[in-house]
């Protein structure tokens, strides 16, 4: 694996998770691999889980890493071909990709997209302006349309925690008050399509996510009929793709609550986080024995170290 983008990349996912189990059971056991070897992670957004873990992971495989947030304390970045750079933008993405990458032998990077522009947030121009220009492989850590570390550890939960083979997965729209990316939910439609898991996405009318990422997945518009018989229910909130970036309800029928989680298989409840409590999930679910929300947050750190392990060992 050279690069880490997207579901693509990955030859058998399967192999992937269990390397993360692998990790999992003996984090340092390769803190010789990344010896001498630098890893920079940069945030153009926000981060707890996705910062914390990577650098955790990075520094179980002996990697020496620097993260560096780019809102606020970096030069505002210019990412435009041939633009006359007059205004408020000091450095191109050209000469800041390739400087990273001159300091790193692995680059991870956080760029979400502006949810303004569907068919240029859908090039996910940024990350991929990085892969021309900084020289050395690049870690997705959440991009304009996809979010693979996040799916990774995902999967690894799902089958850590599945009691069927095959177990009934339910990715769910739930409410929000701000519009956000569709990331978490292509991603994990995805690597869930890839996975062979029976698969059904519930969201409201006007929400359908693009069939680029959902694929062959039932799609249905209510959530009763996608919570039935569920083994998981994956709570994430997207803005439309459809009219883009626009939030288009806030029906409160769709958070996760005791009353449709009661039509499940005993499911387990998952979510990315951060989560707003009692808007996306109420308490009484996101609290109960059946929320695999902590592990799920924990499992970042051997997902990512899966990925790092790769690239370092196949260059
Ligand atoms: C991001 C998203 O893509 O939905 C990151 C998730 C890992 N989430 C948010 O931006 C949530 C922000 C909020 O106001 O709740």
């Known amino acids: 694996m050279k690069n880490f983008l997207n579901v693509h990349d990955v030859e058998d996912i ?25 890893l920079g992670l940069i945030f153009m957004n926000p981060s707890l889980r996705t910062r914390l873990s990577t650098q955790k992971a990075g520094r179980n495989l002996g990697m020496d890493v620097m993260v560096m947030n780019f809102s606020g304390e970096g030069w505002a970045l210019e990412t435009e071909e041939g633009v006359i750079m007059n205004g408020d933008k000091a450095e191109h993405i050209k000469e800041a990709a390739a400087v990273i990458g001159a300091y790193c032998d692995i680059i991870g990077l956080r760029s979400f997209p502006s949810l303004k522009d569907r068919k240029s947030d859908y090039t996910d121009h940024v990350i991929n302006e990085f892969v021309r220009y900084a020289g050395v492989p690049i870690v997705n850590l959440e991009s304009a349309t996809v979010h693979p570390c996040q799916s990774l550890a995902d999967v690894l939960t799902i089958e850590e925690t599945k009691e069927a083979g ?98 499940t298989n005993n499911a387990k409840f998952m979510h990315c986080l951060p989560v707003r409590r009692n808007v996306v999930v109420s308490d009484a679910v996101i609290d109960s024995e059946n929320s695999v929300v902590i592990r799920e947050a924990a499992n970042r750190e051997f997902a990512a170290q899966a990925v790092l392990k790769q690239i370092l060992s196949h260059g």
Request: charged fraction near 25%; proline fraction near 7%; hydrophobic fraction near 35%.
């Open 14 to 38: 399967h192999a992937l998770v269990d390397g993360a189990l692998l990790c999992k059971q003996n984090p340092r056991a390769d803190h010789e691999l990344g010896k001498g070897k630098t």
């Open 166 to 263: 095959k177990p009934k997965v339910v990715l769910t729209w739930v409410p929000h008050p701000r519009p956000l990316p569709q990331s978490v939910g292509n991603s994990f439609a995805e690597w869930i399509n890839r996975a062979g898991y029976e698969f059904v996405i519930a969201n409201p009318e006007g929400y359908d996510l693009s069939g680029d990422f959902t694929g062959n997945a039932a799609v249905v518009h209510e959530p009763e009929e996608a919570y039935a018989g569920a083994d998981y229910i994956y709570a994430k909130n997207w803005s439309s793709y459809e009219q883009y970036g626009q939030v288009l309800s806030q029906d409160e029928k769709w958070m996760v609550d005791e009353r449709k989680m009661n039509l």
